[in-house]
């Protein structure tokens, strides 16, 4: 008898949705899979809030969630909410709206948990070796940073640093100016302070980018080299170049929103984000003299499926 699950991660820019079905030797095949830009953080995030526009997009958008899961019959479904839902003064109250309108139970689960159902998800991509990697996942909402190699976690930590949020600090003209970079770097500087001393301890030569930015940079690179196979399907694993990293970043930082949508690869819900996330990963990547970028299209749904499944 064949299981269905359906996974919802609920981050704060990004719903993701995965319904997959698992056999009895525990096999894996996704049926459906889907990310909508609900933008739960827009308008809110940087006053606590979870503003009316936002928290009806997430409602409807769960709604139609449902529908889906309901269609393809997964009986367990399981929903993840991250940095948004977990600091909002109204996230106990939209929690209980979900649960009201679509019958979905959510899960709040804090920074220190995020940070290792990524992991789960990162290795079990295959992107992880012997060797120490940084793994970093940029959200809207807040950063997971987990030191880490394919057997073990030796150091994780979230910060409240996300892209939506460093986007209502330092994104105050298009293109971005030099001040607001360096004012960006100047701040992330002082808030990754924990980090910088663990990366002393521990030295990793690797960064591991997962999802969100980190696919949306391979999408750019793939199509830029006229590599067009992304387009139907995504790796679990890629490998960025730096220079290739570094090329596309130059580009960002000297376009306007318009320009920078018109980037082959470029997704419209990521178009100014993208912005100042990859600043956080040009700061990473100088600063702690990181040697390699590796990709993993997983993430904290997948991570969730793999400690499901273990049970």
């Known amino acids: 008898m064949n299981n269905r699950l359906a996974l919802i991660d609920m981050g704060t820019n990004t719903f993701?949705?995965?319904?997959?079905?698992?056999?009895?030797?525990?096999?894996?095949?996704?049926?459906?899979?889907?990310?909508?830009?609900?933008?739960?953080g827009?308008?809110?995030i940087s006053n606590g809030n979870i503003a009316p526009?936002?928290?009806?997009?997430?409602?409807?958008?769960?709604?139609?969630?449902?529908?889906?899961?309901?269609?393809h019959g997964a009986e367990t479904v399981r929903a993840m909410a991250t940095s948004m839902v977990r600091n909002a003064a109204n996230g106990d109250d939209f929690v209980k709206d979900i649960y009201k309108q679509t019958d979905i139970e959510v899960e709040v689960i804090d920074g220190a948990r995020e940070a290792e159902l990524i992991y789960y998800g990162v290795r079990f991509a295959g992107v992880l070796d012997e060797q120490t990697a940084l793994l970093m996942d940029i959200g809207g909402g807040s950063?997971?940073?987990?030191?880490c190699n394919n057997r073990e976690i030796l150091w994780k930590r979230s910060f409240e640093i996300g892209a939506q949020r460093l986007m209502d600090q330092f994104f105050?003209?298009?293109?971005?100016?030099?001040?607001?970079?360096?004012?960006?770097?100047?701040?992330?500087?002082?808030?990754?302070q924990p980090l910088t001393e663990a990366v002393a301890t521990?030295?990793?030569?690797?960064?591991?980018?997962?999802?969100?930015?980190?696919?949306?940079?391979?999408?750019?690179?793939?199509?830029?080299?006229?590599d067009t196979s992304r387009q139907q399907t995504i790796p679990p694993a890629s490998k960025l170049a730096i220079a290739d990293f570094y090329s596309i970043y130059k580009d960002l930082l000297h376009k306007t929103h318009d320009e920078r949508l018109a980037i082959p690869g470029m997704l419209e819900m990521r178009v100014d984000m993208i912005?100042?996330?990859?600043?956080?990963?040009?700061?990473?990547?100088?600063?702690?003299?990181?040697?390699?970028?590796?990709?993993?299209?997983?993430?904290?749904?997948?991570?969730?499926?793999?400690?499901?499944?273990k049970k």
Not at 24 to 37: F, W
Not at 53 to 71: G, H, N, P, Q, S
Not at 179 to 192: F, G, V
């Open 53 to 71: 526009e936002a928290y009806e997009r997430a409602l409807k958008t769960l709604k139609d969630f449902r529908k889906v899961i309901d269609e």
């Open 16 to 40: 993701h949705l995965l319904v997959t079905e698992v056999n009895e030797q525990g096999q894996l095949r996704d049926l459906y899979k889907t990310k909508v830009p609900v933008r739960l």
């Open 202 to 226: 521990y030295k990793p030569t690797i960064l591991v980018g997962s999802s969100g930015t980190f696919d949306t940079l391979c999408d750019i690179d793939a199509l830029h080299k006229g």
């Open 275 to 309: 912005v100042l996330a990859t600043i956080a990963v040009d700061f990473v990547l100088e600063n702690y003299k990181l040697q390699e970028i590796r990709v993993s299209s997983y993430a904290l749904k997948e991570g969730v499926l793999q400690q499901m499944l």
């Open 143 to 147: 950063v997971e940073f987990i030191l």
């Open 42 to 44: 827009q308008g809110g």
């Open 172 to 192: 105050t003209a298009d293109p971005i100016p030099a001040e607001s970079i360096a004012a960006e770097k100047a701040y992330l500087a002082e808030k990754l």
